[in-house]
T-cell receptor, first 112, second 113 residues
């Protein structure tokens, strides 16, 4: 799995867009970018994934640079419930043994 | 869809007792996983299953057993509980199609004293 680098922590005002960056400069052509988050004491939650194109779902948008060396997760209107640790993972989507390895992630604090 | 459900939410065991953590998913996923997460630490894979009747060990299987008799259920059995098994246990399942993203249950917080 390619190594990822994320800021340790970020603050965002409630109602504003939260933009969480992830650097994955060694990503290979068949590796996907996945984002998960873990709200305190809860199970990790899948957010979104992408390969090359930008993606959007009901939770967030994922912007991947053209060279695929970095990406940004966007929460368009952050709420207090979005306070969590966000993890960027880059890996080839094997079937079978697919342990999800979370790094240190970005602790996002949404401020009222 | 309820997604991945786990029972119980909390449990306190005495050393040497046994218990089964239940996990059920209603997404018809073939792949299921059991993780443990110690305080402030990342996830460690205990066991996983690629389909009914097929299970295999992960990183930390000692002290645990699993079975997978149906697609929906993947129970984790703790035999002879030890304080080192105090942890939060998460069950997960992943989609059958690429990119196999994983969906996690709410967790079972287990304390062994």
């Amino acid at each position: 799995d390619a190594k990822t680098t994320q800021p340790t922590s970020m603050d965002c005002a409630e109602g504003r867009a939260a933009n969480l960056p992830c650097n994955h400069s060694t990503i290979s052509g068949n590796e996907y970018v996945y984002w998960y988050r873990q709200i305190h004491s809860q199970g990790p939650q899948y957010i979104i994934h992408g390969l090359k194109n930008n993606e959007t779902n009901e939770m967030a948008s994922l912007i991947i640079t053209e060279d695929r060396k970095s990406s940004t997760l966007i929460l368009p209107h952050a709420t207090l419930r979005d306070t969590a640790v966000y993890y960027c993972i880059v890996r080839v989507p094997f079937s079978g043994y697919q342990k999800v390895t979370f790094g240190t992630g970005t602790k996002l604090q949404v401020i009222p | 869809n309820a997604g991945v459900t786990q029972t119980p939410k909390f449990r306190i065991l005495k050393i040497g007792q046994s218990m089964t953590l239940q996990c059920t998913q209603d997404m018809n996923h073939n792949y299921m996983y059991w993780y443990r997460q110690d305080p402030g630490m990342g996830l460690k894979l205990i066991y996983y299953s690629v389909g009914a009747g097929i299970t295999d060990k992960g990183e930390v299987p000692n002290g645990y057993n699993v079975s997978r008799s149906t697609t929906e259920d993947f129970p984790l059995r703790l035999e002879l509980a030890a304080p080192s098994q105090t942890s939060v246990y998460f069950c997960a399942s992943s989609s059958n199609d690429i990119p196999h993203e994983q969906y996690f249950g709410p967790g079972t917080r287990l304390t062994v004293t």
